[in-house]
């Protein structure tokens, strides 16, 4: 995480977060390192449907047609909570935080969209977030060739 928020810093890049499965544990991660406050914008935790759509405007339409876990619906928060907080990286996450269930993972970055499926096999509830966490922090590092 400090790697993320040192790059973030050093290239003039803000970062917001549109969470679901993960609860706020992507935010409370990224919070607990100094220097966060320089990068970070803000989180919305959007764990039930009506805060997905009434709060950060995802489409009803979208999660009828897709459902709630999809890839369609974590590329659609990632670019609301961009618009929402004015950053230029947005991370989302939407997901069931059980075995053997899938979870979407998106980075929002330079109109890029970067999307990845995830399914994890083994693991409590809080094991499964943790590892969520650290898959999409993986990810982001991946997509903006940190410790390259």
């Given at each position: 995480?400090?790697?993320?928020?040192?790059?973030?810093?050093?290239?003039?890049?803000?970062?917001?977060?549109?969470?679901?499965?993960?609860?706020?544990?992507?935010?409370?991660?990224?919070?607990?390192?100094?220097?966060?406050?320089?990068?970070?914008?803000?989180?919305?935790?959007?764990?039930?449907?009506?805060?997905?759509?009434?709060?950060?405007?995802?489409?009803?339409?979208?999660?009828?047609?897709?459902?709630?876990?999809?890839?369609?619906?974590?590329?659609?928060?990632?670019?609301?909570?961009?618009?929402?907080?004015?950053?230029?990286?947005?991370?989302?996450?939407t997901g069931y935080a059980e075995i053997n269930q899938y979870s979407y993972m998106c980075i929002y970055y330079q109109d890029?969209?970067?999307?990845?499926?995830?399914?994890?096999?083994?693991?409590?509830?809080?094991?499964?977030?943790?590892?969520?966490?650290?898959?999409?922090?993986?990810?982001?590092?991946?997509?903006?060739?940190?410790?390259?």
């Amino acid at each position: 995480m400090k790697a993320l928020i040192q790059y973030l810093k050093d290239n003039q890049l803000t970062i917001s977060l549109a969470e679901s499965m993960t609860g706020g544990s992507l935010a409370d991660a990224l919070v607990q390192n100094a220097g966060a406050s320089e990068v970070f914008k803000g989180s919305l935790v959007c764990y039930h449907q009506e805060v997905k759509t009434d709060i950060l405007n995802v489409s009803k339409a979208l999660i009828e047609t897709h459902g709630v876990v999809s890839k369609e619906v974590a590329i659609e928060m990632a670019k609301q909570a961009q618009a929402l907080f004015k950053t230029d990286v947005s991370l989302s996450v939407t997901g069931y935080a059980e075995i053997n269930q899938y979870s979407y993972m998106c980075i929002y970055y330079q109109d890029n969209i970067y999307v990845k499926q995830f399914m994890y096999h083994e693991g409590t509830r809080i094991e499964i977030i943790e590892h969520a966490v650290q898959s999409l922090i993986n990810l982001c590092k991946e997509i903006l060739f940190i410790d390259k």
